[in-house]
């Protein structure tokens, strides 16, 4: 059964930082991209960052870039999104995807900025 569960989302407040988890299980995650996007009510979901299957390319939105950095453990099948100087508009619903073949995705874990 493929899996994939976000965690480490949470209320902070503005200039605070989170670290973002996601558990991978079911599938070869070392050979899969992946991707963190995020989500507001009503709004398109948004690419934030994504990397390679070993890691050693990373790419970033532009709204976020020098403020989060995307991660990945292949021996532990886990993906993470440390997240710096969060501002207001970085509040959303923080998905986990992997694509290569088949395409999955997390459930979500929220993400709220605000004092």
């Known amino acids: 059964q493929v899996q994939l569960v976000e965690s480490g989302g949470g209320l902070v407040q503005p200039g605070g930082s989170l670290r973002l988890s996601c558990a991978a299980s079911?599938?070869?995650?070392?050979?899969?991209?992946m991707k963190w996007y995020r989500q507001v009510p009503g709004k398109e979901r948004e690419l934030v960052a994504s990397i390679s299957t070993r890691g050693g390319v990373t790419s970033y939105a532009d709204s976020v870039k020098g403020r989060f950095t995307i991660s990945r453990d292949n021996s532990k099948k886990m993906l993470y999104l440390q997240m710096y100087s969060l501002k207001p508009n970085d509040t959303a619903v923080y998905y986990c995807?992997?694509?290569?073949?088949?395409?999955?995705w997390g459930q979500g874990t929220q993400v709220t900025v605000s004092s």
């Open positions: 995807n992997a694509r290569n073949v088949h395409e999955y």
């Open positions: 079911g599938f070869a995650f070392e050979s899969y991209p």
